[in-house]
């Protein structure tokens, strides 16, 4: 059978669970260590190359998002979203209206959506996570007429949800993964997961020359060294290509 979590997934979970293994063996409540010689499965997890959209499939999957707005696939606008600010899914689903502000032309992150236990708000991933992010008008104007159909199909929506569909859900992250893999297949661009939109827009920053600590600010990353380490291999490739820049000009003289 096919194995469904990476290495470094499966390492991380033992390492939650070992360390509580080992409160609970300090407290007498076990009396052996379970996890000291457990053999950690788990697949190699995919090169993160191919993780995010190049800027041809971005600009292709932006334009197609951006257009038939609708409360019955909110999904779209959750993924219009995730692609022009980097916000995690789950930060994403949280977004209520009062967290938009129109004329500062920002969004702040405040909060997250817990899909594991019921349908409500929980804290962020991290500290850190907590920001505010300016966006673009494109997506202002997408996010008006969103409301605006809320408005005007006078949607219950007591938490104030900005991708609340018709039915009075947020879609899952699974429901926006299917969506992305039929854009795969209708529009021809790569395969990615909803976390792919958040690589997506980091990358497209980084190579647009954005600085790396402006990035890491945006993401919600506690530091730009994790920042650093999630994106090395487009750093590499950005280093290489400014040695072939700088070689190229230094080669002009004689």
Not at 195 to 215: D, F, N, P
Request: glycine share 6%.
């Amino acid at each position: 059978s096919e194995v469904y979590h990476s290495k470094a997934s499966v390492e991380k979970l033992h390492g939650h669970i070992h360390a509580a293994v080992i409160d609970a063996l300090a407290d007498g409540m076990i009396k052996s260590d379970f996890c000291l010689h457990a053999e950690l499965g788990g697949h190699k997890g995919k090169d993160a190359s191919l993780k995010f959209l190049d800027a041809h499939d971005m600009f292709t999957l932006a334009n197609e998002v951006n257009q038939n707005i609708r409360l019955t696939s909110t999904g779209k606008s959750m993924i219009y979203t995730g692609l022009l600010t980097g916000m995690r899914v789950a930060e994403v689903s949280a977004l209520t209206w009062p967290d938009i502000d129109w004329e500062q032309k920002k969004i702040s992150v405040n909060k997250s959506w817990d899909y594991s236990y019921g349908q409500k708000f929980k804290r962020t991933k991290t500290e850190s996570s907590i920001r505010t992010i300016s966006v673009t008008d494109d997506l202002l104007n997408h996010l008006h007429q969103l409301k605006k159909l809320q408005q005007d199909h006078q949607l219950d929506n007591p938490d104030n949800l900005v991708f609340l569909n018709n039915r009075g859900r947020i879609p899952s992250p699974g429901a926006c993964d299917a969506l992305l893999k039929k854009y795969h297949t209708t529009l021809g661009i790569k395969r990615i997961s909803f976390h792919g939109l958040r690589h997506t827009h980091a990358s497209y920053l980084l190579y647009s020359g954005v600085k790396m600590e402006y990035i890491s600010k945006r993401l919600g990353h506690k530091n730009s060294s994790i920042t650093r380490n999630v994106y090395a291999h487009l750093i590499q490739e950005d280093q290489q290509q400014e040695d072939d820049l700088t070689l190229s000009a230094l080669s002009k003289f004689k």
